[in-house]
């Protein structure tokens, strides 16, 4: 019984030994852990005192000099711009308005339509950019006339254009600024008004060549007009299978003919012509798609049209046949075989 109590006595006091070993090394970890902690809190406090004090001088410093190139340097450059920009404007400007007060005056000298169209396209890029307008019709001369003139100067800048556009006026009349500056110092306030309606009833050119709106906002197309006026072959044909009149006109008496000969889409007008279509079918003006064909300058269309019996010689209602309207030396349309 002794040796019993003896044994549960030892074992009682192992374990309260190990317990006792076990909660100093615990109590030595967390005193060791809370020690790193505070250390490494203190060298980020001290890195970051040193940043305030020292470093954040160096980018505090550097932050100044950005600004100071900022104030001196980029927005100095940016002013330089905006102040060639601003004088090219208002140069641009009272160029645009001397040419309608030159217009509005019919004593002034007269510009040829060449020019005219010129300072049209370049007007045009200046105020609007490349021009993104549907082609007019090859009857609108005046419009087709305008648009190939904004259309072919493509994706010039809108600067180039203005300066281009002073360019011309400047050599038409050299002296238009200091008659400009004139004028507007005499005229003040009054001139202003008049120039600012001259300027938005003629646009940018001369009275001679005087600004028409051409924007069909009467007329009526059908689908199939449509496809013909854009090229789109396959579509005529589905039109045309399912019933639809290969001489449907529009609401100016044209047909899909007319519209594909206009465009200069030859496929179409061979696809039209083998779906016998009226090769000498008339619109509202009393013209042919062989009419169209000259005026646009289409030579293998026309050339087409009159080997599948284009009338040369039929009349619109001007008493103008495509023979007579055709100024190139085309041979088919100038041949005494096909004269009646």
Request: hydrophobic content about 35%; overall charge negative; glycine content about 6%.
């Given at each position: 019984?002794?040796?019993?109590?003896?044994?549960?006595?030892?074992?009682?006091?192992?374990?309260?030994?190990?317990?006792?070993?076990?909660?100093?090394?615990?109590?030595?970890?967390?005193?060791?852990?809370d020690?790193?902690?505070?250390?490494?809190?203190?060298?980020?406090?001290?890195?970051a005192?040193?940043?305030?004090?020292?470093?954040?001088?160096?980018?505090?410093?550097?932050?100044?000099?950005?600004?100071?190139?900022?104030?001196?340097?980029?927005?100095?450059?940016?002013?330089?711009?905006?102040?060639?920009?601003?004088?090219?404007?208002?140069?641009?400007?009272?160029?645009?308005?001397?040419?309608?007060?030159?217009?509005?005056?019919?004593?002034?000298?007269?510009?040829?339509?060449?020019?005219?169209?010129?300072?049209?396209?370049?007007?045009?890029?200046?105020?609007?950019?490349?021009c993104?307008?549907?082609?007019?019709?090859?009857?609108?001369?005046?419009?087709?006339?305008?648009?190939?003139?904004?259309?072919k100067?493509?994706?010039?800048?809108?600067?180039?254009?203005?300066?281009?556009?002073?360019?011309i006026?400047?050599?038409?009349?050299?002296?238009?600024?200091?008659?400009?500056?004139?004028?507007n110092?005499?005229?003040?306030?009054?001139?202003?008004?008049?120039s600012?309606?001259?300027?938005?009833?003629?646009?940018?050119?001369?009275?001679?060549?005087?600004?028409?709106?051409?924007?069909?906002?009467?007329?009526?197309?059908?689908?199939?007009?449509?496809?013909?006026?854009?090229?789109?072959?396959?579509?005529?044909?589905?039109?045309?299978?399912?019933?639809?009149?290969?001489?449907?006109?529009?609401?100016?008496?044209?047909?899909?003919?007319?519209?594909?000969?206009?465009?200069?889409?030859?496929?179409?007008?061979?696809t039209?012509?083998?779906?016998?279509?009226?090769?000498?079918?008339?619109?509202?003006?009393?013209?042919?798609?062989?009419?169209?064909?000259?005026?646009?300058?289409?030579?293998?269309?026309?050339?087409?049209?009159?080997?599948?019996?284009?009338?040369?010689?039929?009349?619109?209602?001007?008493?103008?046949?495509?023979?007579?309207?055709?100024?190139?030396?085309?041979?088919?349309?100038?041949?005494?075989?096909?004269?009646?």
């Amino acid at each position: 019984m002794g040796d019993w109590q003896e044994l549960g006595q030892a074992v009682f006091i192992g374990l309260t030994f190990a317990f006792l070993v076990a909660k100093l090394i615990s109590i030595v970890v967390s005193f060791r852990g809370d020690q790193l902690r505070i250390t490494r809190e203190d060298d980020l406090q001290g890195e970051a005192d040193a940043s305030r004090n020292g470093d954040s001088g160096v980018l505090e410093e550097d932050a100044g000099v950005s600004e100071e190139e900022k104030l001196l340097g980029e927005e100095s450059d940016d002013d330089w711009e905006g102040i060639e920009s601003t004088e090219l404007d208002e140069e641009f400007s009272a160029a645009t308005t001397f040419v309608a007060a030159t217009a509005a005056d019919r004593m002034a000298p007269k510009v040829s339509n060449d020019v005219q169209l010129q300072l049209y396209g370049l007007y045009k890029i200046a105020t609007e950019g490349p021009c993104n307008a549907p082609q007019p019709s090859a009857m609108k001369v005046t419009a087709r006339a305008k648009w190939n003139a904004w259309q072919k100067l493509g994706v010039m800048s809108p600067e180039e254009a203005m300066q281009k556009y002073i360019m011309i006026v400047t050599e038409l009349y050299p002296n238009w600024a200091d008659n400009s500056n004139t004028r507007n110092k005499d005229e003040d306030t009054a001139a202003s008004v008049s120039s600012s309606s001259d300027k938005a009833r003629m646009g940018p050119v001369f009275s001679s060549f005087v600004y028409e709106e051409e924007l069909d906002n009467d007329l009526t197309l059908e689908a199939i007009h449509v496809s013909a006026r854009e090229g789109k072959t396959q579509e005529l044909l589905s039109y045309i299978e399912n019933g639809v009149s290969v001489n449907l006109r529009d609401s100016e008496g044209r047909t899909p003919l007319h519209w594909a000969v206009d465009r200069g889409h030859f496929d179409s007008v061979e696809t039209l012509i083998g779906k016998n279509a009226d090769i000498n079918a008339k619109d509202e003006e009393g013209q042919t798609p062989l009419h169209y064909a000259v005026v646009c300058g289409r030579e293998a269309i026309a050339e087409f049209l009159v080997k599948h019996n284009a009338d040369i010689n039929i009349r619109d209602k001007d008493d103008n046949s495509p023979r007579s309207l055709c100024s190139s030396p085309w041979p088919f349309m100038h041949s005494t075989k096909v004269l009646q």
